[in-house]
Nanobody
Framework: QVQLVESGGGSVQAGGSLRLSCARS????????MSWFRQAPGKAREGVAA???????RVADSVKGRFTVAQDGAKTTLYLYMSGLEPDDPALYSC?????????????????????WGQGTQVAVSS
């Protein structure tokens, strides 16, 4: 059973930074697409960033220049480095993954392509 476990959420002041982590179980496939999605109350889920284990990565235009996605050396933990947090950023941030999906520019934001999801971690931004 593949598990994705997020951590690192919290509350920061506007302009502040957070690092989110998503660890997947070590028995998962060695090649993997992992992504971050977020959903604020009353809004649709939005793809924030994606990374494939070969290094392919993308971030959404709404966070480009502020958020960075990366993985650890073992390629089992996905990170989302968030800086310059703004009032539009608060949401439940969830990690999603799938070993059978190779992402593209037109597909990585499609949440239905991911079969495994974490429980989410809340991010709040105060002014």
């Amino acid at each position: 059973q593949v598990q994705l476990v997020e951590s690192g959420g919290g509350s920061v002041q506007a302009g502040g930074s957070l690092r989110l982590s998503c660890a997947r179980s070590k028995y998962a496939a060695s090649t993997y697409c992992m992504s971050w999605f977020r959903q604020a109350p009353g809004k649709a889920r939005e793809g924030v960033a994606a990374l494939y284990t070969d290094g392919w990565k993308r971030v959404a235009d709404s966070v480009k220049g502020r958020f960075t996605v990366a993985q650890d050396g073992a390629k089992t933990t996905l990170y989302l480095y968030m800086s310059g947090l703004e009032p539009d950023d608060p949401a439940l941030y969830s990690c999603a993954g799938d070993p059978a999906f190779y992402p593209g520019d037109g597909t990585w934001r499609d949440d239905f392509r991911y079969n495994y999801w974490g429980q989410g971690t809340q991010v709040a931004v105060s002014s």
